[in-house]
């Protein structure tokens, strides 16, 4: 089964939720996404390979922390959440915390950066090597850094 399972038309058909959130998210997105999430770990972990595959699930922002007249939620940049699985990640460990109204990071902020330069130092590249790019010029692969304390 995908994680989408069914057949939907305009603003059901993706996770931009900005009208019926609550409906959307739990009778049509969440169960199929859930699923999948489960077996791929599981199936990672029956084949040996979990420890060594690292699985980031996660979007590219949050969701306000109010609910909008149309019953949902908007685009939210300052405060989201992240789901990581192996690649040797503490299974069950929290890692900060948002305000009392999920507005903004009140404990450990994680930054976009600091989420690549996990990735990069997990599994052994260095955040601060460089990449040139077709212009000639360098970039550092993240300017984060590791969150040292998930493995």
């Known amino acids: 089964m995908s994680v989408n399972d069914r057949v939907h038309n305009g603003q059901d058909a993706n996770w931009d939720s900005h009208q019926k959130v609550f409906e959307r998210h739990r009778d049509h997105l969440m169960p199929p996404a859930d699923r999948a999430f489960a077996t791929l770990v599981a199936d990672l972990e029956s084949r040996g390979l979990l420890d060594s595959t690292l699985v980031l699930l996660f979007g590219e922002f949050g969701r306000t922390p109010r609910i909008n007249r149309d019953g949902g939620r908007d685009h939210w940049p300052d405060c989201f959440s992240l789901l990581l699985a192996g690649g040797g990640v503490r299974g069950g460990a929290v890692y900060g915390?948002?305000?009392e109204s999920g507005a903004s990071p009140a404990e450990d902020p994680v930054t976009p950066a600091d989420?690549?330069?996990?990735v990069f130092r997990r599994f052994g590249i260095s955040?601060?090597?460089?990449?040139?790019?077709?212009?000639?010029?360098?970039?550092?692969?993240?300017?984060g850094e590791p969150l040292a304390r998930l493995f």
């Open 97 to 99: 915390a948002s305000d």
């Open 115 to 118: 989420i690549a330069a996990t």
């Open 127 to 143: 955040q601060h090597a460089e990449v040139v790019d077709l212009s000639g010029r360098p970039h550092r692969l993240a300017v």
